[in-house]
């Protein structure tokens, strides 16, 4: 019988609440995931990623993940439950604007890495964790289910069901997203900023191969990224408009779409072929005045969302959950009370300030190439092309990205 009590309550079993509790899983602390989706369901995307699949069968939401984060997840045994079929290291970036000459590519060779990053579906992500956790005596996923309500005072942390079950903890981590209720329940402020751009997401198949790089053109409009998947010829592409464009874009025909879109990126690998739903996700900064309230902590998207122009949502992420995991850890080992705020400090000091900084570089960057003043065109030219040709300093700027 499930007891109603537990050291720990994840809220959220997506990619970084899953991770939060692997992270945790050798501390013997016991922990309850609880999620509203069907997490077991993944048990069936698995099993498909191991046999040889058609374009057709890739998902759609996939993220760049970057050698440190893979190194993360590979401590934990869980990168090593993705198949490898399924990991797309890219070894190359290019990126140009679209207005002027000006580009920058950056080459793992160059720094003697075998590749900057890895493109890999989300959902095999989260059910390469999820089947890492079935092994954990300590830990407890509970799908399927919602919650109502939150207690937390210095005192008791108490999560109450839909069916009003209640589950007791030391301390609630909010894991559950861009939309958090725990941070709703416990009323912690968030500041908001709509980027006034959605982020189409789509698999195509190319005419050339992608050599295993992840393309980036800056248009006006927004960026529009080609990232390899494990098929020579297959890409995910992300592309992100500006509202006014958001309208124009839907109402394309497949064969318009193809067309708009291989122009868009002028026709760097040949004509395209949709090979997949074209779907938009409407982007928004946010970020949550406070991760701390009594007894509840929040990482993740239910702290933070960024732009994906750069491809760091879920890198911070799983950042947050390194940091907040070896926190946890230090006062376990030292026998406190890890769910005070006080001992807690720490972790929202050190994340906090380092999401904000990433935040504020991609709404620079956003500004930067969003702008049609000349100045700025030609000063974004320059500097690309500058950085490009400064050996050092593109090294340096790689192995930041790759967490190096
Ligand atoms: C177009 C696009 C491209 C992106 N590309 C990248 C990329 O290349 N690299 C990168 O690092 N990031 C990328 N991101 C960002 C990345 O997708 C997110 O940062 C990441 O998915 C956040 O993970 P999470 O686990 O914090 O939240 P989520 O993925 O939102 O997971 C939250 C989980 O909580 C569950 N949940 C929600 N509410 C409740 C509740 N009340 N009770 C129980 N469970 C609940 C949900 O079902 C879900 O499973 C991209 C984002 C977009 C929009």
Redesign the pocket.
């Known amino acids: 019988m499930r007891s109603n009590q537990s050291d720990i309550i994840i ?7 899953l991770a939060m509790a692997a992270a945790l899983a050798d501390t013997g602390l016991s922990i309850k995931v ?4 069907k997490l077991s369901e993944l048990s069936q995307t698995a099993l498909s990623a191991q046999q040889k699949i058609s374009p057709a069968d890739y998902q759609i ?5 970057s050698p440190a984060n893979q190194r993360f997840l590979r401590e934990l045994n869980c990168w090593q439950q993705i198949p490898s079929s399924r990991i797309a290291n890219y070894e190359r970036m290019f990126v140009w604007d679209a207005d002027g000459s000006g580009q920058i590519q950056f080459d793992a060779a160059e720094i003697g890495a075998p590749y900057l990053g890895a493109i890999v579906e ?1 959902q095999l992500i989260q059910a390469a964790i999820y089947f890492q956790l079935q092994r954990c005596s300590n830990i407890e996923i509970i799908e399927n ?3 109502k309500s939150l207690v937390t005072n210095n005192e008791v942390a108490e999560v109450v069901l839909a069916d009003e079950t209640r589950l007791g903890a030391h301390l609630i981590i909010g ?5 958090s ?1 725990v941070r709703q329940l416990v009323n912690i402020s968030c500041s908001q900023s709509p980027y006034q751009q959605t ?1 189409f ?1 789509a698999n195509l198949l190319t005419e050339k191969p992608h050599q295993n790089t992840a393309w980036q053109r800056f248009l006006r409009t927004g960026p529009l990224a080609f990232l390899p998947l494990q098929s020579p010829n297959l890409c995910s592409i ?1 592309w992100t408009l500006d509202q006014s464009e958001t309208g124009k874009i839907e109402n394309l025909d497949k064969i318009e779409l193809e067309k708009k879109i291989s122009r868009a990126f002028e026709n760097k690998l040949g004509g395209v072929q949709l090979v997949s739903e074209f779907r938009g ?1 409407p ?1 928004i900064k946010r970020h949550a005045d406070r991760y701390l309230s009594d007894r509840v902590v929040l990482i ?3 702290a933070h ?1 960024i732009h ?1 122009l750069a ?5 911070l ?1 799983f950042q947050d959950v390194l940091c907040l995991a070896n926190l946890i850890k230090d006062q376990v080992d030292k026998k406190r009370d890890y769910w005070v705020d006080a001992n807690l400090r720490p972790f929202e000091r050190e994340r906090k300030t380092a999401n904000k900084i990433t935040q504020e570089a991609m709404s620079g960057f956003k500004w930067l190439f969003g702008s049609d003043s000349l100045p700025l065109t030609l000063l974004r030219n320059i500097g690309l092309n500058a950085v490009d040709q400064t050996g050092l300093l593109k090294q340096q700027i790689m192995r930041q990205a790759m967490g190096q």
């Open positions: 809220v959220g079993g997506g990619m970084v609440g609880l999620e509203k989706n939401r996939v993220s760049a993940i989300n289910c919602r919650i894991a559950d997203g861009a939309f209720s982020a997401v992300v996700f982007l993740g998207d239910a969302t994906p491809g760091l949502g879920v890198n992420g």
